[in-house]
T-cell receptor
Framework: ETGVTQSPTHLIKTRGQQVTLRCSSQ?????VSWYQQALGQGPQFIFQ???????GRGNFPPRFSGLQFPNYSSELNVNALELDDSALYLC?????????????FGPGTRLTVL | DQQVKQNSPSLSVQEGRISILNCDYT??????FLWYKKYPAEGPTFLIS?????DKNEDGRFTVFLNKSAKHLSLHIVPSQPGDSAVYFC??????????????FGKGTLLTVNP
């Protein structure tokens, strides 16, 4: 049974660019949630995908968008990058939208915007 | 507006002693509380949770206490071990569907257990 994986591990972009982060959920998990963790802060909920549909969104602008694929892997896309987007981006997978006890996090992607 | 607060950025304890990590919240609609542990270069790992209808939940060395009237919860680790050294996040969940299934995290407390 493989755990949650994320790619890339690190990424450096410049302001105004676009970025795509990827997440492979744990085998059998159909729900993926994305979080942004800025330095010195706790993870902040971006959105959740359940069976390829967005199921809830946090307080993030529309330039943060996502996708979930039939194999339940997921992408987070951020357009028009800003300096404040520099953060660790975490994805977490679970079986069902209400399974917080079994929510497994990946190691994250460290995004630096210059 | 921080709805989940962990006011101690760090805590240092001796091996074998009790570690007490605290968390306060402001949203009375939260119905479920969780603690996560995070090591460097790894994602957060679920540790223990408690429903808002309970005041205590115990799992081995870890116990979580919930005081709803004070909107306060705490995580007790007894006895503390050096391997417990990590950042501990308190998180809370709303009680309706849609975006209220999101978890709201505190800023975390760095626990250091000294041998």
């Amino acid at each position: 049974e493989t755990g949650v994986t994320q790619s890339p591990t690190h990424l450096i972009k410049t302001r105004g660019q676009q970025v795509t982060l990827r997440c492979s959920s744990q085998s059998g998990h159909n729900t993926v949630s994305w979080y942004q963790q800025a330095l010195g802060q706790g993870p902040q909920f971006i959105f959740q995908y359940y069976r390829e549909e967005e199921n809830g969104r946090g307080n993030f602008p529309p330039r943060f968008s996502g996708l979930q694929f039939p194999n339940y892997s997921s992408e987070l896309n951020v357009n028009a990058l800003e300096l404040d987007d520099s953060a660790l981006y975490l994805c977490a997978s679970s079986l069902g939208i209400d399974s917080y006890n079994e929510q497994f996090f990946g190691p994250g992607t460290r995004l630096t915007v210059l | 507006d921080q709805q989940v607060k962990q006011n101690s950025p760090s805590l240092s304890v001796q091996e074998g002693r009790i570690s007490i990590l605290n968390c306060d919240y402001t949203n009375s609609m939260f119905d479920y509380f969780l603690w996560y542990k995070k090591y460097p270069a790894e994602g957060p790992t679920f540790l223990i949770s408690i429903s808002s209808i309970k005041d205590k939940n115990e799992d081995g060395r870890f116990t979580v206490f919930l005081n709803k009237s004070a909107k306060h919860l705490s995580l007790h680790i007894v006895p503390s071990q050096p391997g417990d050294s990590a950042v501990y996040f308190c998180a809370a969940r709303g009680n309706s569907g849609g975006s209220n299934y999101k978890l709201t995290f505190g800023k975390g407390t760095l626990l250091t257990v000294n041998p």
